[in-house]
């Protein structure tokens, strides 16, 4: 089979995801899951930002896989995987409860479809968030590996600034969706974000 054909299939597999997650009123449950492990990424990627630099630490690698470690564990293994099979139980029960109030079986319908690739959808968005938000906070210390630079000062710095960059943006979103202040609602994520990174700061200038 040639990468076009695989290709197209799996343009053909997005789309039919995507109608499928359209049908089931699925949008709006991977909205809250992305947006929610997008935030509990970020963070924990913050966490462990402020953390290394509480040790002095100065090794780029340690602040990239650090934070790529916290990630995988929570975008693939918690977020993605962990989401999947809770998604797909609570569809199942809901394809079961139809089948016994239809006296038959809905394997090859819409319903048996939305039952096997909603909770797949879900389950893609629900990793994204909490996988691809934090490494992209790191960007400037993943730089500094590149170049083999020191996480020293800036690289530091910068990554905590885009991370409070991004809770910002995830504020602001909500905003626009609720139909609050959405200025505002970025504001109280970023500040948040700048509670906890104080926090961490103060615990280094207590620790020896």
Do not use: Q
Not at 8 to 34: E, P, Q, T, W, Y
Not at 65 to 75: F, H, N, P, R, T
Not at 84 to 101: G, P, V
């Amino acid at each position: 089979m040639s990468r076009y054909n695989i290709l197209g299939r799996l343009v053909s597999f997005v789309r039919d995801l995507r109608r499928l997650a359209r049908i089931a009123n699925a949008h709006s449950i991977a909205r809250r899951m992305f947006v929610t492990n997008a935030f509990d990424g970020l963070l924990a990627a913050l966490g462990v930002v402020m953390g290394l630099y509480a040790t002095h630490s100065v090794d780029a690698r340690i602040y990239v896989y650090g934070v790529l470690g916290e990630s995988i564990a929570m975008g693939v293994f918690s977020g993605m995987i962990a989401t999947y099979f809770s998604e797909r139980a609570e569809r199942l029960r809901e394809l079961h409860e139809i089948e016994r109030a239809v006296l038959h079986e809905l394997d090859n319908s819409i319903y048996g479809k939305t039952a096997r690739y909603v909770p797949l959808y879900v389950a893609l968005w629900s990793g994204a968030g909490a996988t691809l938000l934090p490494l992209a906070g790191i960007t400037p210390l993943t730089i500094a590996l590149l170049l083999g630079l020191p996480a020293r000062g800036l690289p530091v710095y910068m990554s905590v600034a885009c991370i409070l960059g991004e809770l910002f943006l995830i504020g602001y979103y909500l905003g626009r969706i609720s139909g609050e202040n959405s200025l505002l609602n970025g504001l109280k994520l970023a500040g948040i974000g700048v509670a906890a990174a104080f926090t961490l700061f103060l615990l280094k200038m207590m620790l020896p």
